[in-house]
């Protein structure tokens, strides 16, 4: 991973930065709240969350028993987030995860598409989880450096 982190093309935000932003007690809150606080003062342009990322998400929090308005309150408050964009879950992406899945042992299914949309985009992705050093292709962006 390179030391300075180019930020000015469109990085991946992973679902490790979604979850930590919207959880106070969780130990990234504070990596994540300057994360999108940094995003929404346009220090740092051009990101987007994978479609996949928010199915990940609703997944995790359904099976810890949140309610569905709770969920689609918390998605719908992503979505209208000022200078943040979505990446769309296609077919091209979920064959490459596929792929990524087949070549890389310990990339789990949510990993593989966010790493797949991130591959699809621009190669970068924003995240904690070292699981993404593995795909070559793939520049993971530490939130902490950001």
Same mark, same amino acid.
């Given at each position: ?30 990596? #994540?709240?300057? $994360?999108?606080?940094? &995003? ?9 969350? +994978? !479609?996949? =990322?928010? %199915? ?40 490459? #995860?596929?792929? $990524?899945?087949?070549? &890389? ?9 966010? +790493? !797949?949309? =991130?591959? %699809? ?26």
């Amino acid at each position: 991973m390179k030391e300075k982190q180019d930020v000015r093309e469109v990085p991946i935000i992973e679902v490790d930065m979604l979850i930590a932003f919207v959880n106070s007690s969780d130990n990234l809150h504070n990596v #994540a709240d300057r $994360l999108f606080l940094k &995003i929404k003062e346009k220090k740092i342009t051009n990101t987007a969350v +994978a !479609a996949s =990322a928010y %199915l990940e998400y609703e997944l995790i929090h359904k099976s810890k028993g949140y309610l569905e308005n709770g969920i689609r309150t918390e998605i719908a408050a992503f979505q209208r987030y000022p200078n943040l964009d979505e990446r769309t879950l296609t077919s091209e992406t979920i064959l490459k #995860a596929s792929e $990524l899945r087949g070549e &890389i042992v310990g990339l789990t299914y949510f990993d593989s598409l966010h +790493a !797949a949309t =991130a591959l %699809l985009t621009d190669k970068k992705i924003i995240s904690t989880d070292q699981i993404y050093d593995k795909v070559k292709e793939i520049e993971r962006l530490s939130p902490q450096k950001l």
